[in-house]
């Protein structure tokens, strides 16, 4: 049975999502399927801002975009926190390392600047243009649990049920993210596999995906880009 994340007196971060509490280091995969459920989860960043936390938006344009439209609609001016130092907003890289570095020196100069707590609402921009290949992401999301622990920070991935393919659902979130959040339930996630462990076996995924496109290119599909799923949207790995 996956066991509820409680409210603990010792988790140090409010959430801001239904009273739960996480600790600093915390990563998190956050599942949303209706438009009063992505608002739901900018919660999480109203939170900190309450608290002079440092806010980072990060993802593709058009979810960075409307996190901060949402902001605005919460009453925030949100020019106003970018320009105090307090909201920063990391759009894509085509390259994974130069990725998580970017993230690193966001959290960076927040904490040279004093900040005692980061708060990441990520919207990763899979298959768009200026983003790493699928299997890049995934080396990436694993990559972000360790790094997480190496600053005073809480990190939310949200991951659109209705529109991503279910290997993206099962390598890129249940198995890289330790706490997940569904219909607004903080649980300790069972998926969830080591950092070395995932990373060790991204050989083998690379290896499937290309078996997989060797099978395409006999039906006059020839472009793999490291790619792990369809065009019709079905577990490919």
Not at 93 to 117: H, M, S, Y
Not at 178 to 197: A, D, W
Not at 220 to 233: C, E, Y
Request: charge should be neutral; charged fraction near 30%.
């Amino acid at each position: 049975m996956t066991r509820r994340r409680t409210r603990s007196s010792e988790a140090s971060v409010e959430l801001g999502l239904r009273g739960e509490r996480v600790h600093l280091g915390d990563h998190i995969a956050y599942f949303w399927e209706r438009d009063s459920e992505f608002d739901e989860a900018v919660e999480f960043l109203l939170a900190g801002l309450k608290k002079r936390d440092h806010l980072v938006v990060f993802g593709h344009d058009d979810a960075n975009s409307r996190v901060l439209d949402v902001l605005r609609r919460k009453k925030v001016d949100v020019e106003k926190v970018r320009k105090a130092g307090r909201l920063s907003v990391v759009s894509g890289n085509p390259d994974g390392r130069e990725l998580l570095a970017n993230i690193g020196g966001t959290f960076q100069r927040a904490v040279d600047a004093g900040c005692k707590c980061i708060r990441l609402l990520g919207n990763i921009g899979w298959a768009r243009p200026g983003w790493p290949a699928d299997l890049d992401i995934l080396s990436f999301e694993a990559k972000v649990t360790s790094a997480a622990k190496q600053f005073p920070c809480v990190v939310v991935c949200m991951y659109d049920v209705a529109s991503l393919s279910g290997s993206v659902m099962v390598h890129g979130a249940y198995e890289t993210h330790p706490l997940t959040i569904s219909r607004n339930v903080l649980r300790e996630n069972p998926y969830f596999v080591k950092v070395e462990e995932y990373l060790a076996s991204m050989d083998e995924m690379e290896t499937r995906a290309k078996e997989r496109h060797i099978r395409l290119s006999h039906r006059g599909d020839t472009a793999f880009r490291g790619t792990i799923r369809t065009t019709d949207d079905t577990l490919t790995l």
